[in-house]
Nanobody
């Protein structure tokens, strides 16, 4: 059974940083692309960042160089380093493995106060 578990969320002040992790069990991230999404209250889930199997990355426009997605295949984990956070980044962050039916974690809450 494939499971994704996000961690690393929390509450920070504007300008602060957080590092999110997404760990997989029941499958391997090696050879797969992984993405991060987020969903703020009252909003639809939106794309944040993507890393393919060879480490190439893409980001949503609103990231503006503040976030970095990376992967450690040996640990079966993908990370999202978030810097210069603003209150607009407040959301539940999810990782997504677009393999087979597609898998999502339970999300981790990020709250940024001004």
């Amino acid at each position: 059974q494939v499971q994704l578990v996000e961690s690393g969320g929390g509450s920070v002040q504007a300008g602060g940083s957080l590092r999110l992790s997404c760990a997989a069990s029941g499958t391997t991230f090696r050879g797969n692309a992984i993405a991060w999404y987020r969903q703020a209250p009252g909003n639809q889930r939106e794309y944040v960042a993507h890393i393919n199997s060879i480490g190439s990355t893409t980001y949503a426009v609103f990231v503006k160089g503040r976030f970095t997605i990376s992967r450690d295949n040996a640990k079966n984990t993908v990370y999202l380093q978030m810097n210069s956070l603003s209150p607009d980044d407040t959301a539940v962050y999810y990782c997504n493995l677009p393999q087979g039916p597609g898998y999502w974690g339970q999300g981790t809450q990020v709250t940024v106060s001004s």
